[in-house]
């Protein structure tokens, strides 16, 4: 019942920057965190950014000071600027939602591809 729609990745040279949204919809109560994972081939998926509703964020050190989450100006949206970007940001970004009673349910997006050439 509850659907993330990703957007806004492709193929970027280092130093470059995208910006990704997501969108949320369907039977969404309780909102609690939205955040961004990425998962490169041969490797498990990480988190890079994560907001809760009341405006608190967190990221993986490798990318503070250059990627940005921020709630969009639509409802159930968020987006992650990513700038200087490098090679090793090549990933499928994917955007995930916390919701429910206790924050105890999670709902995933497909992906979008970046990739960042040197």
């Known amino acids: 019942q509850v659907q993330l729609v990703e957007s806004g990745g492709g193929l970027v040279q280092a130093g470059g920057s995208l910006r990704l949204s997501c969108a949320a919809s369907g039977s969404i109560f309780n909102i609690g965190v939205m955040g961004w994972y990425r998962q490169a081939p041969g490797n498990q998926r990480e988190l890079v950014a994560t907001?809760?509703?009341?405006?608190?964020?967190n990221y993986l050190d490798s990318v503070k000071g250059r990627f940005a989450i921020s709630r969009a100006n639509a409802k159930n949206t968020v987006t992650l600027q990513m700038n200087s970007l490098k090679p090793e940001d090549t990933a499928v970004y994917y955007c995930n939602l916390r919701y429910g009673l206790g924050w105890n349910r999670s709902s995933w997006g497909q992906g979008t591809q970046v990739t960042v050439s040197s």
């Open positions: 907001i809760t509703t009341g405006g608190s964020t």
